[in-house]
Nanobody, 115 residues
Framework: QVQLVESGGGLVQPGGSLRLSCEAS????????MGWYRQAPGKQRELVAEITRYDYTTYADSVKGRFTISRDNAKNTVYLQMNSLKPEDTAVYLC?????????WGQGTQVTVSS
């Protein structure tokens, strides 16, 4: 199995920044896609951003221009740089990874944006 561990969440002021990290470990052959979803209370889980092994990226419209996803294939780690944070970004952020047609999920890290 593949295990995903997120880090970097916390409490920030509106307009601030956070950098989330997610490291994959376990039985890894070649992870193709990694990404971030978020889940806020009372809202549907949504895709925030994803990135393939060859750096093709996809972003939710709500975060374009503010968030940047990247990955280090050698470290099996994906990052999410979050700038100009808004209260609406408050959610649990969950890391995902996919390899050989299997998908894996982290337990999530809380991001709270509040003044």
């Amino acid at each position: 199995q593949v295990q995903l561990v997120e880090s970097g969440g916390g409490l920030v002021q509106p307009g601030g920044s956070l950098r989330l990290s997610c490291e994959a470990s376990g039985i890894i052959f070649s992870i193709y896609t990694m990404g971030w979803y978020r889940q806020a209370p009372g809202k549907q889980r949504e895709l925030v951003a994803e990135i393939t092994r060859y750096d093709y990226t996809t972003y939710a419209d709500s975060v374009k221009g503010r968030f940047t996803i990247s990955r280090d294939n050698a470290k099996n780690t994906v990052y999410l740089q979050m700038n100009s944070l808004k209260p609406e970004d408050t959610a649990v952020y969950l890391c995902t990874a996919e390899q050989t047609y299997s998908a894996y999920w982290g337990q999530g890290t809380q991001v709270t944006v509040s003044s």
